[in-house]
């Protein structure tokens, strides 16, 4: 949380400060000059422009795919489906039997993108998944209608702090909050202690409102999604 406390102008915007800033405050990403602080390019490391470049393709690409809302949430099922273990058992319980998860994978199509999310598939489940997401195919695999992938906002933009404002990142957190939370109700946990009442997706009345909420937060995420591409492209532009 002390890294999401920290607020940032982002890069392009110089703060009106007379004395030097104490060094514990800067970092090689700032430049404090004629009383001006910000962010500077000056000196960035080849690997960091790799990373920049990296997760500004995979954003653009991204927001360029179809969206897909037919998944209902179905990976969180594949990833206890005919296992022995559960992965949050220490948290939450299933609210359903094995079996009865076992017969309902079994019965729907499973179409994840994500590969983060379909390294966690059980191996009885993998084969089922009418997809297989690579970690090098993310860039053309991943689509703006996937939960997983509009969570991955956040981490995108934690990894790019610097560079983007505090209020963009905040804005990312937030969604990337609301996502997790329908991300679980639709899973088969029982998590009613917790406040939160399960999507059903087991039934037809709770795919429709499963794919509601995709869709309403996916809009949430169109928008974040092209507020990181354009501020990195400000800084990919200044360094060329």
Sequence with gaps: MGKLEQWHP????????????????MSRQYQWRDGLLGVTVDGMEDKEKARLHWILSLLKNTAAQAGNFGCF????????????????EKVAALRLS???????????????????????FT?????????????????LQEQPGCIHANMDIYKWAFKCQTWITGELLLDAFA?????????????????SDYGYEPIAIETAEGRREYEAAQRALADRAASLRQRLISALERVVCAWR
């Excluded at 949430?73 to 949050?88: D, K, L, N």
Aim: hydrophobic share 35%.
């Design 123 to 139: 191996p009885a489940a993998r084969p089922l998944n009418q997809l297989q997401p690579t970690l090098d195919g993310r860039p």
């Design 175 to 191: 969604l990337a909050k609301d996502l997790r939370e329908i991300d679980m109700r639709a899973s088969p946990y029982e998590l």
């Design 98 to 120: 094995n079996e009865e998860i076992a017969r309902f994978v079994e019965s729907r199509p499973i179409r994840c993108t994500h590969y983060d999310a379909f390294r966690f």
């Design 73 to 88: 949430g179905m990976h969180e099922w594949a990833m206890v489906y005919r296992s022995g273990t559960v992965r949050h």
């Design 10 to 25: 982002g890069f392009g915007v110089l703060l009106e400060c007379e004395e030097a800033p104490r060094p514990e405050w």
